[in-house]
């Protein structure tokens, strides 16, 4: 089952707009980590944050964690035409190996 | 360097047969995971290897579903007797494991398998 929901599911921009992803959870813990994926295919991995870690940042996406809401979210600035794709939050437990649990994720198109 | 690989990268079956799906993991990886994707969805997590043994197997749909590694590399995925509902794309993903402090390592993915039953 699906630790989670993502909204929006769908969001559609203009170059250059900033787009934003969130990302909720129910369970603890110990990190959350968001992926991108082309054509229904192969992720690619963007950002880890630990429970411990309020705020990442890595060029142009931004990563909140708030682990009192049980959220995250996902911010993308100055978007490009190359940023379509859907954005996958996963969730890492607090304990044992990192099985990831992952919602059903934000597609995101961004318009030329 | 040579990334996750998956083989084949598209099955096309017939309902009642049986498939297999190969991963090969990043070199040095321990840990290897399968997950399911269906269309328009999230990842389902199958299961979890550790070298050769798969502690965790809770996602696996059905008794249908096994999977096996050897030399703590290779993993094949078998379905058998493959239903409809059984048409996904099969993600593999390897990373090393969690470190003795509790430190956690990225997952690297292949391409996936896409499998369509008829």
């Known amino acids: 089952s699906q630790q989670g929901e993502e909204d929006p599911q769908a969001l559609s921009i203009q170059e250059g707009e900033n787009a934003t992803m969130n990302c909720s959870y129910k369970?603890?813990?110990?990190?959350l980590q968001w992926y991108r994926q082309n054509s229904g295919r192969g992720l690619v991995h963007l950002i880890l944050i630990r429970s411990n870690e309020r705020e990442k940042h890595s060029g142009r996406l931004r990563v909140t964690l708030d682990t009192s809401k049980k959220s995250s979210s996902l911010l993308i600035t100055a978007s490009r035409a190359a940023d379509t794709a859907s954005y996958f939050c996963?969730?890492?437990?607090?304990?044992?190996?990192?099985?990831?649990?992952f919602g059903a994720g934000t597609r995101l198109a961004v318009h030329p | 360097g040579a990334g996750v690989s998956q083989s084949p990268s598209n099955k096309v079956t017939e309902k009642g047969k049986d498939v297999e799906l190969r991963c090969d993991p990043i070199?040095?990886?321990?840990?290897l995971y399968w997950y399911r994707q269906s269309l328009g969805q999230g990842l389902e997590f199958l299961i979890y290897?550790?070298?050769?043994?798969?502690?965790?197997k809770s996602g696996l749909p059905s008794d249908r579903f096994s999977a096996e590694r050897t030399g703590g590399s290779v993993s094949t995925l078998t379905i058998q007797r493959t239903q409809q509902e059984d048409s996904a794309v099969y993600l593999c993903?390897?990373?090393?494991?969690?470190?003795?402090?509790?430190?956690?390592?990225?997952?690297?993915f292949g391409p996936g398998t896409r499998l369509t039953v008829l």
């Open positions: 993903a390897s990373s090393l494991p969690r470190g003795p402090s509790g430190g956690i390592h990225e997952q690297f």
């Open positions: 996963a969730t890492g437990p607090s304990g044992g190996y990192n099985k990831l649990i």
């Open positions: 290897f550790q070298g050769n043994s798969a502690p965790d």
């Open positions: 369970t603890s813990i110990n990190n």
């Open positions: 070199s040095g990886h321990t840990a």
